[in-house]
């Protein structure tokens, strides 16, 4: 059984970068096969999606905020991580970390982390 | 960027009522179409994918039907831990990945 948890600060000050970290277990992010997603929810509002990433480290940006996000991938910690660049308070969210499916649906999912963007 | 319309956006409905939620999406998406269920305070939890393959170990009193740009999902008897928040979404023209603004479906 896939598992996958997100962690990282839950407070991030407006200008700073939200760093989230989302360990892999039950199976191995270097096998292949799949590709692995950050997606975000704002408080009570839908699902937003904001990358992918290969373990070869190929990725896919969600255009909207392509100009600040960077995913990267640790295979040696089974780990991959989202950076978000010059937050503001537009995003505060619940963070989720998920794999994907080819073509692209999401069928584990990481519980998720609310971050907070506020000084 | 293919937009993804639900309708209704809330429902009242009853244990044991057969609900139906609707999705269009601006161009056709052939069956690339997923639903989720997703209860409050938790991740959204797979349904269907491809439009109507049932995801393992979701009931079978959830299906999924259409192509092209109309999509339904039909709960077929509601149980009372259905209530929950309905998302669809589109992977046929990826990226971006894009979501159904949601359906709440709601205890009567």
């Known amino acids: 059984q896939v598992q996958l948890q997100e962690s990282g600060p839950g407070l991030v000050k407006p200008s700073q970068t939200l760093s989230l970290t989302c360990t892999v277990s039950?199976?191995?992010?270097?096998?292949?096969?799949?590709?692995w997603s950050w997606i975000r929810q704002h408080p009570g509002k839908g699902l937003e999606w904001i990358g992918y990433i290969y373990y070869s480290g190929s990725t896919y940006y969600n255009p909207s905020l392509k100009s600040r996000v960077t995913i990267s991938v640790d295979t040696s910690k089974n780990q991959f991580s989202l950076k978000l660049s010059s937050v503001t308070a537009a995003d505060t969210a619940v963070y989720y970390c998920a794999r994907v499916v080819s073509p692209a649906h999401f069928d584990y999912w990481g519980q998720g982390t609310l971050v907070t963007v506020s000084s | 960027d293919i937009q993804m319309t639900q309708s209704p956006s809330s429902l009242s409905a009853s244990v044991g009522d057969r609900v139906t939620i609707t999705c269009r999406a601006s161009?056709?998406?052939?069956?690339?179409l997923n639903w989720y269920q997703q209860k409050p305070g938790k991740a959204p939890k797979l349904l269907i994918y491809?439009?109507?393959s049932l995801q393992s170990g979701v009931p079978s009193r959830f299906s999924g039907s259409g192509s092209g740009t109309d999509f339904t999902l039909t709960i077929s008897s509601l149980q009372p831990e259905d209530f929950a928040t309905y998302y669809c979404?589109?992977?046929?023209?990826?990226?971006?990945?894009?979501f159904g603004q949601g359906t709440r479906l709601e205890i009567k």
């Open positions: 979404q589109q992977s046929y023209s990826t990226p971006p990945v894009t």
């Open positions: 039950g199976g191995s992010i270097s096998s292949g096969g799949y590709y």
């Open positions: 161009q056709s998406i052939s069956s690339y």
């Open positions: 491809a439009a109507s």
